[in-house]
């Protein structure tokens, strides 16, 4: 609760007075009260703004408020109490008064709500299993039986013939196009609407990347603006080396025609499903139709080991390879022989211990994350200024984020408005990636559009992520959808 007394004001302030003390408390609220103590009515800067538009001066004072009902709550009571009347009354800050109405505090929403995160860890019950046994065994540095394990079990939920335990979902895309020798003077095609892990590994190579634009019907990369691109650099003699396919937000890319396009220019594809474990596409895992797929298990991905990734291919050859690399390229010698650059990525069998309870559940959390979608869809049905992720027939996304989009043309509300509100809430959200065409790193390097104006260019300006954790609770997301509704019903 905050103190009152940088808030409490008399009808004798002026105006100017009164919104300086506004400016200098942080606060978006001042308490007026009467000759006797007792609380006359709240002040915003809003009330302020109508009495000048009405003709006062700033020289006023605020005398010129008539005194009006406030909402408060009385002196001791709980924070579900407080919140209760906050959602009723549709107020984030609201006095505390004791038994003469006198103001003794001053409550905030964002200060007593529990914070609304984007996507947290999901814990259940299997993991200690496994991470027990790593510590009974004394085996808790990198590799050991849960990381073999933990291969395997990956490998066989989604279908392919083998999988390596890495530190991360970027060491993965590092090591698939180091295994596809790609090298300084190579082009390498990306999906430009993503995060920035997918294009890195590309300079980490000396290569050149070349960014491709989103399609509507997936928000994922365009096989219009890919093929386009993979004709027009064959032609210059210098065929692209390889393409990374991003399944974004657990939605999978139209991966038909994209192998299609693979096979007739001769160029393999790495699947960056780093956000899309669990997701399908006419029946069949993302990760597993391309020369390389690629997971990310990180502290906010859908499964998580706290941090770590796995690189899953068809071929065991190149997949071995990949162990070899990730533990520093250690030649099999009575000694430290090294012939070639290694890595230190491979995952410790402790973590791989956790990963191997969270893959147990991990069907249930893309049930879960799949019902937080459709009830933000139900519940903010009656917004015709809201477009959401699609899903085209014969997709199946895990709905890793809940992901909309603003319609300009149906609200003056921005992305960074909403955002803002949210925030102010105790509710975290986020603007979707910012393509990595318009990111300073990459300035310069050629990108193809979709259409005339690039596609995932009106994704972030317009779109925003909500909470979208499995462990949110209906309550919780309740409170996301009803400030939503409030900040787009103003608008």
Known sequence: MNSVDDVTVTRDISLKKALEILDQSGLSVLLLIGPDGSLRRAVTDGDIRRLLLAGFRLEDTLEHLKSTHVVTVKEGATPENILAVMDKHLVDQIPSVDADNKPVGLYIRREIQPRIQLSIPHLGEFEHQYVNEAFESNWIAPLGPNV????????????????????????????????????????????????????????????????????????????????????????????????????????????????????????????????????????????????????????????????????????????????????????????????????????????????????????????????????????????????????????????????????????????AMLIKALEDANIESRHLWKPMHQQPLFEGCQYYTHGKEGFCDFLFQYGVCLPSASNMTVCQQQIVIHRIMEVLQKM
């Open 148 to 415: 073999d394990a933990f291969e395997s079990e990956v490998a066989e939920h989604v279908g392919s013939g083998y999988a390596a335990a890495l530190s991360s979902g970027t060491a993965a895309l590092h090591l698939a196009l180091k295994l596809l020798e790609v090298g300084p003077g190579d082009v390498v095609l990306c999906s430009s609407f993503t995060f920035v892990a997918s294009a890195n590994p590309i300079l980490y190579q000396g290569a050149e990347p070349v960014f491709i634009d989103s399609e509507p019907e997936t928000w994922n990369i365009s096989p219009e603006a890919l093929e386009i691109a993979l004709r027009e650099y064959s032609e210059m003699g210098r065929k692209p080396k390889a393409i990374i396919v991003v399944h974004l937000y657990g939605q999978s890319a139209n991966m038909e025609r994209i192998m299609a396009l693979s096979e007739a220019y001769d160029v393999p594809v790495v699947e960056d499903a780093a956000e899309s474990l669990g997701a399908l596409y006419q029946g069949r895992y993302t990760g597993t139709f391309g020369k390389f797929g690629v997971f990310s298990f990180n502290g906010n991905k859908i499964i998580t080991t706290s941090g770590g990734g796995m690189l899953v291919s068809d071929d065991g050859d190149l997949i071995e390879k990949a162990r070899f690399i990730s533990t520093q390229a250690r030649d099999p010698a009575p000694h430290y022989e090294h012939t070639e650059v290694g890595y230190n990525y491979r995952m410790s069998n402790v973590l791989a211990g956790i990963g191997r309870g969270q893959l147990k559940v991990l069907d249930s959390r893309v049930q879960a994350r799949r019902a937080v979608f459709l009830r933000y869809k139900d519940g903010l049905a009656g917004l015709d200024c809201i477009g959401w992720m699609p899903e085209p027939e014969g997709y199946y996304s895990n709905r890793w984020l809940s992901a909309l989009y603003l319609k300009p043309k149906k609200t003056t509300v921005t992305p």
